[in-house]
């Protein structure tokens, strides 16, 4: 099989996660066919989060350009789509509306 066959039969998508003080977006080129969970996991986010172990990364709630996916197994992507994994926030933001609004008065 020639190359551009091989780089044909994939698609480039990317894997988006943050945490409050760094983020990482990962490029990567999938088969056709691939969910969204499955991209995550091929994005090896935990050798870059450390602090988190996979199992977090197998259960996050993902979403593609800020539209939360009911069931990312079975999402399966297109090219140019970004899947960003959630995380629970540290503050309720809300709450932090608040705290400030009273720092202020």
Do not use: C, W
């Not at 780089?7 to 409050?20: D, G, K, L, M, N």
């Not at 988190?52 to 140019?80: N, S």
């Not at 995380?87 to 809300?94: N, S, Y």
Request: positive net charge; glycine residues 6%.
């Amino acid at each position: 099989m020639a190359r551009n066959d091989v780089t044909a039969s994939r698609i480039e998508v990317e894997v988006a996660y943050a945490e409050p003080h760094r983020q990482r977006v990962v490029a990567l080129a999938v088969a056709p066919g691939t969910s969204a969970r499955d991209a995550v996991m091929q994005a090896a986010l935990p050798s870059l989060f450390p602090e988190r172990d996979a199992a977090f990364f197998e259960k996050a709630p993902l979403g593609i350009f800020g539209q939360v996916l009911k069931a990312p197994e079975h999402h399966v992507l297109e090219a140019g789509d970004r899947v960003e994994v959630y995380r629970a926030l540290a503050l309720d933001p809300k709450q932090a509306r608040l705290a400030r609004a009273r720092g202020r008065g």
